[in-house]
């Protein structure tokens, strides 16, 4: 969530920043003024209530030092009860402010960096730089899904008996090939110094909301009603409360992790060719990258995070493009973020493999994540998240990049020592 003191301190700023974002004027003007009103509503309460503590408490000063010269003292001890009646009163209303505070905290998305290029839409986002070459091929390149379906590779259509539409099946090559790519992305990670974390995949609500999934996106969330926990829609949930509650040392600073699950999502909305395959599912499999950073270093920090990510994609030969979000793009916790796509000839499209995102104190200040300065001065965490990288639309520039005339699949050269084959073809998918 934001600093209160900036919401207090420069109003117009934060309806400008929410503005950006994509909400309407409406919309900002109501979440900041209602923020602002009860945050006043809270303070003279509070005001109040100190005010007259002081008071109970000097009357009860008054109360004590006569009954000791064995004194009657009727009208203090009702003065007091009187006092007392009304904390409790005001201390009634506090527990009912408090919570509606909280809840318009949380709606409040954070503030776009100065760097982050204004816009409200995918056109508006700006290309930073471009890797590698688009294959020039000889055929007319398959979508993954006819490719995948011909090798018996990936099976939607038993997925889908198993579950629902959307959730992917592997099979023989199909299965070792994600197997291999996790792998891959792990050992990469692992080598570049970060400590790899194998967290629950199902959460309780107060994690969900300390990294900013709710209250906004629950419904997009799969909810385990009976125990109130859900199935996280990436790693990053875990992996920033991991640290919740805690006063971190400067001097370990950063702190970098990494991780695999399985991811959750709904992904509501229409299908089609757009949505076929790969392209969207509810299950897939991704390893996270994740970073507790000093909030001097962390613009830094998301530099680096990016290149790591980068560096899988590198290694297995594809080409891709990273996007800086204009600011109406950005996710809901981050004030800055950029994208890689990678480029599927059989579907001709750009497709987003990673989000790298710096969260300056957004997360940390719901997480209560904090450390000392070398002034021993507390400061927020500022927290990054990046894919490094997501799976599925991995698979889908793997595959479709890697085609051949002849239906079969060469290997990226970096994977064949794990999957112990330079082709996969249907003899071979075993």
């Known amino acids: 969530m934001l600093d209160i003191e900036i919401v207090r301190n420069d109003k117009e700023k934060v309806i400008q920043a929410v503005l950006s974002r994509g909400y309407s004027a409406e919309e900002a003007e109501k979440l900041v003024s209602d923020l602002l009103r009860l945050d006043s509503e809270r303070r003279e309460i509070l005001k109040e209530v100190e005010s007259l503590r002081k008071e109970r408490n000097e009357a009860s000063q008054k109360v004590a030092q006569l009954k000791r010269e064995k004194k009657e003292a009727p009208d203090l001890i009702e003065q007091t009860r009187i006092l007392g009646d009304r904390i409790k009163l005001l201390d ?14 949380l709606n409040l998305p954070s503030i776009p960096h100065k760097t982050v290029p204004q816009g409200k839409t995918p056109a508006e986002n700006v290309v930073v730089r471009e890797w590698g070459d688009k294959r020039k091929f000889s055929f ?7 490719t995948g379906e011909a090798l018996s590779i990936l099976d939607m259509k038993r997925g889908a008996q198993l579950t629902g539409s959307n959730f992917p099946l592997f099979v023989g090559a199909g299965a070792r090939l994600a197997r291999a790519l996790i792998n891959l992305m792990l050992e990469t990670h692992r080598k570049a110094g970060y400590t ?3 967290p629950p ?11 900013g999934q709710l209250p906004k996106f629950e419904d997009d969330m799969y909810h385990l009603a009976r125990d109130d926990f859900f199935l996280i829609p990436t790693a990053e949930v875990p992996l920033a409360s991991i640290h919740r509650g805690d006063i971190l040392s400067f001097a370990d600073l950063p702190l970098r992790y990494c991780s695999y699950t399985p991811c959750f999502r709904r992904e509501a909305g229409a299908y089609g060719r757009e949505t076929r395959g790969l392209l969207r599912v509810h299950q897939f499999d991704k390893v996270e990258l994740f970073c507790f950073s ?3 270093s962390s613009y830094e920090e998301q530099e680096l995070m990016l290149s790591q990510a ?3 994609i590198q290694l297995l030969q594809l080409p891709y493009r990273v996007i800086l979000l204009c600011a109406g793009e950005l996710g809901f916790a981050a004030t800055r973020c950029y994208d890689i796509e990678l480029y599927a000839p059989g579907v001709d499209r750009w497709l987003e ?5 710096n969260c300056e104190a957004f997360q940390a200040r719901n997480l209560n994540i904090r450390y000392r300065d070398e002034n021993r001065k507390l400061h927020y965490v500022h927290t990054l998240n990046g894919s490094g990288v ?18 079969s699949i060469t290997v990226p050269q970096v994977l064949r020592e794990s999957l112990h084959q330079e082709r996969i073809t249907p003899a071979e998918n075993r």
Request: avoid cysteine.
């Open 92 to 105: 009634e209303k506090l527990s009912q402010i408090e919570p509606q505070i909280n809840r318009t905290m």
């Open 140 to 146: 007319a390149p398959k979508p993954h899904w006819e």
């Open 196 to 198: 790899e974390v194998s």
């Open 201 to 211: 995949v199902i959460v309780n609500r107060e994690t969900m909301t300390g990294s």
């Open 294 to 296: 000093d909030e001097k």
């Open 310 to 312: 980068e560096k899988v």
């Open 353 to 357: 493999v990673s989000s790298v995102s």
């Open 390 to 407: 997501a799976l599925a639309r991995l698979i889908v520039a793997v595959l479709e990049n890697y085609q051949n005339e002849d239906g």
